[in-house]
C-alpha cells in the first residue's frame, strides 16, 4: 500500500470516527435533557426519532406531488417541522402521562416503554409496516471527494454540521437563557425554585418537550444515513442510553465527552477488529470505567 | 310481513320433517358424491378441523413487531393463493377457512401460536413463519403434534424435517451459481464477505468461502459480521476500500441493510464503480434503501417481479389488484404463495387432508403455474428452483441480467461445505 493510500484512509477512518460521535451526540442529547434535567428515562426516545423521520418523509412525498421543483431545498424546512412536531407531541406527552408519575421514576420507565411500543404501532397502522425511504436532495447524496480516492461522505458532514448547531444552541439556551436559568434551578433544588416563584410544572413541560423535540431532529437527520421505519426507533434506543448513562446524568458535557470517547473507541476497534469483536471491546470499557465510577464520566454539582 | 300463524308451535311430526329435508342436500352430496366431494370421513381421519364444506388451515406470521416489515407480504401473498383456490371452489369439493395468528416477531409466541393452531384449532396445515429462529422454535412443536408447515423464506439449509415443506432456496440454490456467475460473468477472484450476525448470514458465508477458496480457486481478503441492527459501517466500508475486492458478497438484513447501503452510497462506492452482490435485498427491502443507493449492484434470489413469464403477469396483475398498484413483490412474497397451492396440489393427489398422506404425496408434486416459472418438489422437501441474478436500477425496480439454464436441485446438507 502506498504513502498516499494510507493518508487517505487515515482521512476517512478519522471522519468515520468524527461523524459516529455526531450521530451518537445527536441521539443523546435531548435523551439527556431529559434524564439529566428532568429525571425521567423516557424509553420512548427511540420513537420520537421515528416521528421526525416520518417527518420529514411526509414532507418529501408531499414536495414531490405538489412541488417537484422544491425537491432540493424541502429538507432544511422539513427538519424545522420534525422539530416542532415532536416537540408538540412531546407536550402532550408530559401532560398527559409525565407529569402524574414524576415521584415514581420506575413507573415512568415502564409507563414510555409502552408508550414506545403504541406508538410503534400506531407508525404501522399509519405509513404500514414496510420501511419507506424518503426522496433526499441530490446534495446530500455521495460524497465530496477532494483528491482520487479520498471520499468524504455528505450526509456525515451533514449530520455533524447540524450536530454542532444543535448542541450548541442547547448549550446556550441552558446556560444563557431564562430558560435554562428555571432549568438549572429546578434540578438543583425543585422546593426552592418553587419558592422563588418558578413555575417547575412549566418548566418540566417544556424541557421534555424540548428534549423530545431535539430527538424528532436527530430521527429527521438519520434519514441520511439509516431506516425510515415504524421500528427504526429502536435500532438507537440502547445506544442513546449509553452515551446518557456514561456521561453523566446530569451533566451536557459529560454527554459530549462521553459520545466522542463511544464514537472514537468503536470506530477505531472496528477497523482492526471484526464488527462484533469492536461492540464487546467498547461495551467491556463502558462497563469497567462505570465500575470504577458509578455515576458516569461527569457528575453534576447538585446537593443532595 | 306476519302472519297470524307465525306464532304457533310446529307439531313434533312437522318439524322432523322439515329437519328431514334439510339434512337431504347433504345426504344427496355425499351419497350420490356431487362433484369431487368426498366424506369428511374418508379425507380425515385423523380428527382435523374439516367438514363437508370446509377446511380450517392456520397461518402464523408477524403482524406486528420488528419483523412485520418483512412478513407483511408473505401475509397477503399466502391470503391471495387461498382466496384464488377458494374462488375455483376450494380443495376437494371444501373451501379454504383462515385462522390468523401473530407471532409478534417473538419467538416464544410463535411457539405457543403453533401449539394453538395444531392442538385446539385442529388446522389441516400452516403457513407461516419468516426468520430461521422462528422457524426453530415451532419446529418441535410441528413434529411432536405431527403439523404441516409451509415455509417461505430463503434460509440456511442444515435442515429437513418430514413436517416442514420448504418453498424459498436453501442457502446452496441461492449462493452457488450466484458466485459462479460473479466469476465467470464479473471475472471477480477476490470477495469481501459481509453479513449481520446471526445464523443465515453465518452459514451463508461459510458455503460461500467454502466455494470461492476450494471449487473456485479464488481468495476471500475479509469476512466481517456486524451485529443486528448496527447502522454505523463507516469503518468497514473503508476496510473494504483497503482490501480492493472484485466483489462485495453481502448478506446484511434489516434496519442495518438500509444504513449499509445509504452509507457505500455516501462513501463512494457505487455500482458504477464497484460490483457488489447480495443475498439480502429484495423488491420489499428495495423500498426502505431506495432505488438510487442500490443501483447498479446485484442481487441473487429465485424470484424479481419483473420477471417476463405469462405466469408471473398474471400474479403481479392480481396482486396489485389486491392490495393496490404500489404493492411490490419480493422472493418470498412470491415463494409464500406457492404455499397453499402445493398444499392444494399435494392434498388433490393423495386424496386426503392427512398430514401423513399429504406428506407422502408431496415429493414430485410440480407447480407449471408459479410465477417464478416451474418448481418441483424434491424428496428433501425442498424445490427446486431456478436460480437468477438482477441489477437493481434506480427507480427500485430489478432488471434480471441472468438465469441459470437448468433447474437447481436443493440440496440442504451440502458435501464439502460444512
Redesign the interface.
Known amino acids: 500500500m502506498s504513502f498516499d493510500e494510507i493518508y487517505n484512509i487515515t482521512l476517512m477512518q478519522g471522519f468515520a470516527g468524527l461523524s459516529l460521535f455526531a450521530v451518537l451526540l445527536l441521539m443523546g442529547l435531548g435523551l439527556a435533557i431529559i434524564f439529566g434535567q428532568m429525571g425521567v428515562i423516557n424509553m420512548a426516545h427511540g420513537e420520537f426519532m421515528t416521528i421526525g423521520a416520518y417527518t420529514i418523509f411526509l414532507f418529501s412525498s408531499l414536495t414531490e406531488s405538489l412541488a417537484p421543483g422544491l425537491v432540493q431545498a424541502y429538507f432544511p424546512f422539513a427538519i424545522v417541522c420534525a422539530f416542532l412536531v415532536a416537540f408538540g407531541i412531546g407536550w402532550l406527552t408530559e401532560w398527559a402521562l409525565i407529569r402524574h408519575l414524576y415521584k415514581r421514576p420506575l413507573d415512568t420507565l415502564l409507563a414510555t416503554w409502552g408508550l414506545s411500543l403504541g406508538m410503534q404501532q400506531v407508525f404501522r397502522s399509519t405509513f404500514g409496516p414496510k420501511e419507506v425511504s424518503p426522496t433526499l436532495p441530490d446534495w446530500l447524496m455521495g460524497s465530496w471527494s477532494p483528491a482520487e480516492g479520498l471520499d468524504i461522505p455528505i450526509n456525515g458532514m451533514f449530520v455533524l454540521a447540524l450536530t454542532v448547531v444543535v448542541t450548541g444552541s442547547v448549550l446556550i439556551a441552558l446556560y444563557r437563557s431564562r430558560w435554562g436559568l428555571r432549568v438549572r434551578a429546578t434540578v438543583s433544588n425543585r422546593a426552592m425554585a418553587n419558592a422563588t416563584g418558578i413555575n417547575t410544572r412549566r418548566t418540566d413541560r417544556l424541557t421534555f418537550a424540548i428534549g423530545c423535540g431535539i430527538a424528532g431532529v436527530a430521527g429527521a437527520a438519520f434519514t441520511t444515513i439509516g431506516s425510515t421505519g415504524p421500528t427504526s426507533g429502536s435500532l438507537y434506543i440502547v445506544d442513546a442510553f449509553l452515551v446518557v448513562t456514561f456521561g453523566g446524568a446530569a451533566s451536557l458535557w459529560g454527554t459530549v465527552v462521553s459520545a466522542f470517547g463511544i464514537a472514537q473507541t468503536q470506530s477505531i476497534s472496528e477497523f482492526f477488529l471484526s464488527g462484533s469483536m469492536a461492540k464487546v471491546l467498547t461495551l467491556l470499557l463502558i462497563v469497567t470505567i462505570l465500575m470504577m465510577r458509578p455515576q458516569g464520566l461527569f457528575a453534576a454539582k447538585v446537593r443532595r | 310481513m306476519s302472519s297470524k300463524y307465525d306464532n304457533v308451535p310446529l307439531s313434533p311430526e312437522r318439524r322432523r320433517l322439515l329437519q328431514g329435508l334439510a339434512a337431504l342436500p347433504l345426504f344427496g352430496v355425499s351419497k350420490l358424491g356431487f362433484g369431487a366431494s368426498l366424506p369428511t370421513a374418508q379425507v380425515n381421519t385423523t380428527g382435523l378441523a374439516i367438514t363437508d364444506t370446509e377446511v380450517t388451515v392456520g397461518q402464523l406470521h408477524s403482524?406486528?413487531?420488528?419483523m412485520?416489515?418483512s412478513e407483511?407480504g408473505s401475509i397477503q401473498a399466502e391470503q391471495l393463493a387461498i382466496d384464488q383456490i377458494n374462488a375455483l371452489g376450494g380443495i376437494l369439493g371444501r373451501k379454504i377457512k383462515v385462522i390468523k395468528e401473530d407471532g409478534a416477531s417473538d419467538w416464544p409466541t410463535f411457539a405457543e401460536k403453533s401449539r394453538k393452531l395444531l392442538v385446539n384449532d385442529k388446522v389441516a396445515t400452516v403457513f407461516g413463519c419468516w426468520t430461521s429462529a422462528s422457524r426453530k422454535a415451532v419446529l418441535p412443536i410441528f413434529e411432536k403434534e405431527n403439523g404441516l408447515l409451509y415455509y417461505p423464506t430463503f434460509y440456511e439449509g442444515l435442515e429437513q424435517s418430514k413436517n416442514v415443506i420448504y418453498t424459498g432456496q436453501e442457502a446452496t440454490q441461492q449462493i452457488i451459481w450466484g458466485l459462479d456467475w460473479a466469476q465467470k460473468e464479473k471475472g471477480a477472484k477476490k470477495f469481501f464477505l459481509v453479513g449481520s450476525?446471526y445464523i443465515w448470514p453465518r452459514t451463508s458465508m461459510k458455503i460461500a468461502r467454502k466455494h470461492i477458496e476450494n471449487f473456485q480457486k479464488g481468495r476471500v481478503v475479509g469476512e466481517?459480521?456486524?451485529?443486528l441492527?448496527?447502522?454505523?459501517f463507516?469503518?468497514?466500508?473503508?476496510?473494504i476500500?483497503?482490501a480492493k475486492p472484485d466483489c462485495i458478497f453481502a448478506a446484511v438484513v434489516?434496519?442495518s441493510?438500509?444504513?449499509f447501503y445509504?452509507?457505500l452510497?455516501?462513501?463512494?462506492i457505487t455500482g458504477a464503480k464497484q460490483f457488489l452482490l447480495t443475498l439480502s435485498v429484495t423488491e420489499?427491502?428495495m423500498?426502505?434503501?431506495?432505488g438510487?443507493?442500490f443501483a447498479g449492484f446485484y442481487s441473487s434470489m429465485k424470484y424479481f417481479q419483473s420477471l417476463d413469464n405469462e405466469n408471473n403477469k398474471v400474479f403481479v396483475e392480481s396482486f396489485k389488484k389486491a392490495y393496490g398498484p404500489k404493492a411490490v413483490i419480493g422472493d418470498v412474497t412470491q415463494a409464500a404463495y406457492l404455499g397453499p397451492w402445493l398444499w392444494k396440489a399435494a392434498v388433490e393427489k393423495a386424496g386426503s387432508f392427512d398430514v401423513d398422506k399429504v406428506v407422502a404425496a408431496s415429493p414430485g408434486i410440480e407447480l407449471k403455474t408459479a410465477p417464478e416459472g416451474y418448481v418441483k418438489v424434491h424428496d428433501n422437501h425442498h424445490l427446486y428452483s431456478k436460480a437468477r441474478i438482477a441489477q437493481g436500477q434506480a427507480d427500485g425496480t430489478f432488471t434480471v441480467v441472468a438465469e441459470s439454464s437448468d433447474l437447481i436441485v436443493p440440496d440442504p446438507f451440502p458435501k464439502g461445505y460444512q
Do not use: C, F, R
Open positions: 403482524a406486528t413487531g420488528t412485520a416489515i407483511t450476525d466481517e459480521y456486524y451485529p441492527g448496527n447502522t454505523n463507516n469503518s468497514l466500508i473503508n476496510k476500500k483497503v434489516g434496519g441493510n438500509v444504513a445509504k452509507q452510497k455516501a462513501a463512494g420489499d427491502e423500498l426502505g434503501i431506495g438510487e443507493n
